[in-house]
């Protein structure tokens, strides 16, 4: 089984973007608020430390950590800590074709 990763996110403070600087796979490790945890390849799903109102972290633009392209949502929240499942249509998908192969 692959070890989970953890992308810690930064954000400017002005906008809604968020970007993965690096990934650790010790959860320990991470030092911001809001991170994705990626359990199976190339799906993330967003956390935050602190408790984040659905409607805000809906609201967040969340980069992909391999291309930089802002993600789909493809599940709702689980709650105020666990939020939406992210994927990225590029990288997901090149990812797949190239298992099935
Ligand atoms: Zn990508």
């Known amino acids: 089984m692959d070890e989970i990763k953890y992308h810690p996110l930064i954000n400017d403070g ?3 973007d968020m970007v993965p600087m690096f990934f650790t796979t010790n959860e320990s490790a991470v030092s911001t608020k809001l991170y994705l945890t990626e ?4 799906y ?3 956390c935050s430390k602190d408790a984040v109102s659905n409607e805000t972290a809906a609201e967040y633009q969340i980069h992909c950590p391999y291309c930089g392209k802002v993600m789909k949502a493809i599940s709702s929240s689980a709650d105020t800590h666990k939020h939406s499942l992210y ?11 190239q298992e099935e192969i």
Do not use: A, E, I, Q
């Open 14 to 16: 002005s906008s809604p």
């Open 39 to 42: 359990f199976v390849s190339h």
């Open 44 to 46: 993330y799903r967003f």
């Open 87 to 97: 994927t990225c249509c590029d990288c997901g998908g090149k990812t797949h074709l």
